[in-house]
């Protein structure tokens, strides 16, 4: 990634899946939410996590609603459905997941701790 000289110069925000090589980089990241929803899927289904489903179909009802707005030709959500449709659900649903995935803590094991599978971090674009 160095050597294609893409983001070594970047700055500003990219929007990228998983990779951990993209991280590296001194950038603002945001993660796409068709991964998201794709990685978010296995995560139900492997577990049976609530929380998991509930924030899936919290992102496709944004993908959804964002196109119905772009299609009436608004460019943006209002300030309300931001924080309380969107925001403030997504908050709750990614600390219930937190709560039931803690990182491990310094229990003895070797090597550096686990990464969740989704960085609290890092925030998502609709």
């Known amino acids: 990634m160095v050597a294609s000289g893409i983001l070594t110069w970047f700055r500003g925000i990219a929007v990228h899946d998983f990779w951990r090589s993209y991280e590296r980089f001194d950038v603002n990241h945001v993660y796409c939410n068709a991964h998201l929803i794709r990685e978010l899927r296995p ?30 030709g608004k460019d943006r959500f209002s300030p309300y459905c931001c924080r309380y449709r969107i925001d403030k659900p997504f908050d709750e649903l990614l600390a219930s997941g937190i709560a039931q995935n803690p990182l491990p803590t310094g229990n003895g094991a070797r090597g550096r701790p686990k990464k969740s599978m989704v960085d609290p971090t890092v925030k998502t674009i609709f």
């Open 43 to 72: 995560i139900h289904e492997n577990t049976g996590q609530e929380w998991a489903l509930k924030l899936r179909k919290l992102l496709v009802w944004a993908q959804h609603k964002k196109k119905e707005f772009i299609a009436a």
